[in-house]
């Protein structure tokens, strides 16, 4: 499984971006798909992950801000992001896990104050 991550940049504070994942095949094949993020001198973080039922799980720093939706025509997967906060700046990870654990390249989110 490959996952191609794309959709970081900057934005100011209270703006939106959004991030977008493909999968290089069926994301159907991939039990949970989602996002996990990086801030400098953090550790690595879950924001959201939806299931191939449509099951989603949210970061509570993220919880009504960010929605995970998933395109199963187009095999990606995407995150809306909303209302973004300067804490919100980090390294995006795409992630799925079909038993074996894939991470796509990392993108960029700079949200200036």
């Known amino acids: 499984v490959q996952l191609q991550a794309s959709g970081g940049g900057l934005v100011q504070a209270g703006g939106s971006l959004r991030l977008s994942c493909a999968a290089s095949?069926?994301?159907?094949?991939?039990?949970?798909i989602g996002w996990f993020r990086q801030a400098p001198g953090k550790q690595r973080e879950l924001v959201a992950v939806?299931?191939?039922?449509?099951?989603?799980n949210y970061a509570d720093s993220v919880k009504g801000r960010f929605t995970i939706s998933r395109d199963n025509a187009k095999n990606t997967v995407y995150l809306q992001m909303s209302s973004l906060q300067f804490e919100d700046t980090a390294v995006y990870y795409c992630?799925?896990?079909?038993?074996?654990?894939?991470w796509g390249q990392g993108t960029l989110v700079t949200v200036s104050s």
């Open positions: 992630y799925g896990y079909t038993g074996s654990t894939y």
């Open positions: 095949g069926s994301i159907f094949s991939i039990s949970v």
């Open positions: 939806i299931s191939n039922v449509g099951s989603t």
